[in-house]
């Protein structure tokens, strides 16, 4: 079986979420972790602002934000030196303090960004599927909880930053399974070239630059720089790049390494597409980005099973994990699953993510699998039916037939409210 472990960046947007993150690494510039104490309470209140629910939640009509997401923003697991996302966030760091180029951090950047950050920005196109409600959580018209760490792409690059990190948790309504989650971390870096290395290329646009030599050069740079990477977190692994698609970068590419027998998708990255520079008011500059899901290398790494484990308060969780240190996940319990089914003729336009946030709505945590188990249509009634299973199950106790009745007998309830007709 092919594991994706970029498929939390690449899945919703067809985008390279460009992310990084930061411990107190000497070899870093670091504007939101400082030994000083003026710093350090600045950033303890941003984290105080952010963690506060009233900032995502209103009466607006276009705000579709649940409570349930509200209540994780700010949580920082990217912060905690001995979390595992944490933990994989400073081994990234750790890599790169090693590499000549000094690198800006960010850290405890504000999860609420505008459509234009989000996507205009980056060339994503207005009637791209990423934009969706049904996808992307919003608070108003025009700003939303950011659905990757890109978002603050063109106002670092604007700022006259050349090498940066950037790291954080973004939202995105989703599948429900083990591997996502609509809360997860991304980590990116950008790399800008010195005018002088490029000037062979100065003026060039389209197919004449990504065909120069200078194109080249940052192509290649990208590759050794994340191929050692891949070394650092994995030990020395096989690798094969593929040519990708994403709207920000061009050439773009696909990174995989073969890790305990399977080929794994491990990041997407490229040569920051022109236009993108020219509307963060770097024309005259060429340079590359990359992205990764902070998740998917951890459950790799570390071997845990699901994603919702990330996100648990449970000391027989948190209490295997050391600052630094790489260990195998114990599983501490698996306790049964609830099973319960549930058909409906869908109306045009039925969208499953908005069935799945409903879901998880009303069990939150509980839900541990939503899945599409049969779908006919009826040639007769021109109507099609969708039959899904969903899996309950509690990461720390058994749960019962009669509360899971109760979940599933308010679901049927309100998902008439999608246009659908139970059956």
Not at 299 to 317: A, G, K, N, T, Y
Request: aromatic share 10%.
């Amino acid at each position: 079986m092919k594991i994706s472990a970029a498929a939390l960046v690449l899945a919703s947007l067809t985008g390279l979420c460009y992310s990084f993150s930061t411990t107190n690494t000497a070899s870093f510039k670091t504007r939101s972790v400082s030994s000083s104490t003026a710093s350090l309470s600045a950033t303890v209140e941003k984290a105080a602002t952010y963690s506060d629910p009233s900032r995502y939640l209103s009466d607006h009509p276009k705000n579709n934000v649940p409570p349930h997401i509200a209540a994780l923003v700010g949580r920082g697991l990217h912060t905690r030196p001995d979390h595992p996302i944490g933990i994989i966030r400073a081994k990234i760091q750790e890599y790169f303090a090693s590499l000549p180029d000094e690198y800006i951090v960010y850290d405890a950047e504000d999860p609420i960004v505008t459509t234009t950050q989000c996507f205009d920005d980056l060339r994503i196109d207005p009637d791209h599927p990423g934009r969706s409600p049904s996808d992307t959580y919003y608070l108003d018209d025009n700003t939303l909880l950011r659905t990757h760490t890109s978002a603050h792409q063109s106002e670092h690059l604007r700022s006259g930053a050349e090498c940066f990190l950037c790291a954080g948790d973004v939202y995105r309504r989703d599948e429900i399974d083990s591997s996502h989650y609509p809360a997860f971390h991304q980590l990116e870096g950008v790399k800008l070239f010195p005018k002088e290395e490029m000037a062979g290329a100065e003026g060039l646009a389209g197919d004449d630059w990504v065909n120069s030599p200078e194109c080249k050069v940052i192509g290649d740079d990208l590759k050794k720089v994340l191929e050692g990477l891949m070394d650092h977190l994995f030990g020395e692994t096989e690798k094969k790049w593929s040519e990708d698609y994403f709207p920000f970068t061009t050439p773009s590419y696909e990174l995989e390494i073969k890790y305990e027998g399977e080929w794994l998708e491990v990041l997407g990255c490229g040569v920051i597409h022109e236009e993108v520079l020219q509307m963060a008011d770097r024309p005259d500059r060429r340079g590359w980005a990359f992205g990764l899901g902070l998740e998917r290398l951890a459950m790799i790494l570390f071997e845990i099973p699901d994603i919702r484990l990330f996100w648990s308060d449970d000391q027989r969780f948190h209490s295997q994990f050391k600052e630094g240190q790489i260990t195998k996940f114990k599983s501490y319990s698996k306790y049964p699953p609830v099973l319960k089914d549930i058909a409906f003729w869908i109306p045009e336009g039925f969208q499953e993510n908005d069935f799945f946030e409903m879901g998880r709505g009303i069990a939150g945590d509980l839900v541990e699998r939503m899945e599409l188990i049969d779908e006919f249509t009826n040639p007769k009634k021109g109507k099609t039916s969708k039959c899904y299973r969903i899996t309950y199950r509690s990461m720390d106790r058994s749960l019962t037939n009669e509360e899971i009745d109760a979940l599933q007998d308010e679901l049927r309830e309100r998902v008439v409210d999608l246009g659908v007709e139970v059956r």
